[in-house]
C-alpha cells in the first residue's frame, strides 16, 4: 500500500494516508476501491471488479460503467449518480448494489437489495504512515536530554 498513499505535511510530520473498501456479495463478486488522500483532497487510484462464477453483474459509474440513475427494475439508485460499484442479479428476480464514493470528507459504502439469502461484507483497510518518524524521535530525545541538562551546565 506504500504507493497508493498520498500525503502531506501536519505539525512538522510527513503523514501518508491510504484505503481500500472491499464489498463482496456470496464471496463470488468482490468490488474494491482504493484511495488516497493528500492535501489535494481523496483521489481513487483504482476500481476493480473481481468475479467468479455465472452471476449476471454489471458495473456501476466510473470508466465503463453504467449511470446509477439509469438502472430500473426493483432497485431504485436514484440520487447516486456520484458512486461506482456493482449491480449483481441472483438469477431469481432479486437484485443486489453495492456502491462506493470516497471523498475528502468520506468514506460511503451504500447496499441495496431486493434478493434474499445474500451473504454481504464490506471491509475497510486505512493505513497511516509517518514517513519522517524517525527524525521526529531523535528531536524529542535531544530535547527530553537538554531538558535533563538545564540545571547542570553553565549559562
Keep these: 500500500m506504500a504507493e497508493l498513499r498520498g500525503g502531506f505535511r501536519l505539525a512538522g510530520?510527513?503523514?501518508n494516508f491510504g484505503a481500500k473498501l472491499t464489498t463482496a456479495i456470496n464471496e463470488r463478486v468482490r468490488y474494491i476501491t482504493q484511495v488516497a488522500f493528500d492535501n489535494a483532497g481523496a483521489r481513487v487510484l483504482s476500481s476493480?471488479?473481481?468475479q467468479s462464477g455465472t452471476d449476471t453483474v454489471t458495473q456501476v459509474?466510473?470508466?465503463?460503467g453504467v449511470d446509477a440513475a439509469s438502472i430500473g427494475g426493483k432497485i431504485d439508485l436514484t440520487g447516486l449518480s456520484d458512486f461506482s460499484g456493482v449491480l449483481m442479479s441472483d438469477g431469481k428476480g432479486g437484485m443486489t448494489a453495492a456502491l462506493h464514493n470516497i471523498t475528502r470528507d468520506a468514506i460511503v459504502s451504500s447496499l441495496s437489495t431486493t434478493a434474499s439469502g445474500q451473504s454481504i461484507s464490506n471491509d475497510i483497510d486505512v493505513s497511516v504512515q509517518v514517513m519522517n518518524i524517525g527524525e521526529?524521535?531523535?528531536f524529542r530525545q535531544r530535547g527530553a536530554i537538554l531538558n535533563s541538562l538545564q540545571g547542570i551546565l553553565p549559562r
Design 13 to 15: 510530520m510527513e503523514l
Design 48 to 50: 476493480t471488479l473481481e
Design 61 to 64: 459509474g466510473g470508466p465503463g
Design 136 to 138: 521526529m524521535r531523535s
